[in-house]
């Protein structure tokens, strides 16, 4: 199975573990400025099937190719990888803090 397939397989694997917590967040209602699917609805004229099949479409095809192109091209450990992809992805944040404004994950 070449580099692209496996890529495509966890990057479904991984939107459906994100598409749980979304769900999750919805129902619970803990933290509704994050709801991508309510983002995606309200920026656009989008549907709500229209912005889960964005959802997908992004999380599969365009995160899981980034990774296997950077896989390619990075001569690390796979726990290094993720780590140098996570930096690599979001260094254009000037404060230094990311995911979702929280403190937890710093710039590199």
Known sequence: MSNASKALIAG???????SVLIILNGTTGLMPQIDIILLLTKLG???VAAAWMDHFIIGVVVWG?????FDAIARSRAVDQG???RCVCLADDDDGVHAFGGSWCFRC
Request: proline residues 0%.
């Open 65 to 69: 190719l980034l990774f296997a192109a």
């Open 83 to 85: 780590r140098d992809f």
């Open 45 to 47: 004229t989008l549907t």
């Open 12 to 18: 479904f694997v991984a939107t459906l573990v994100l």
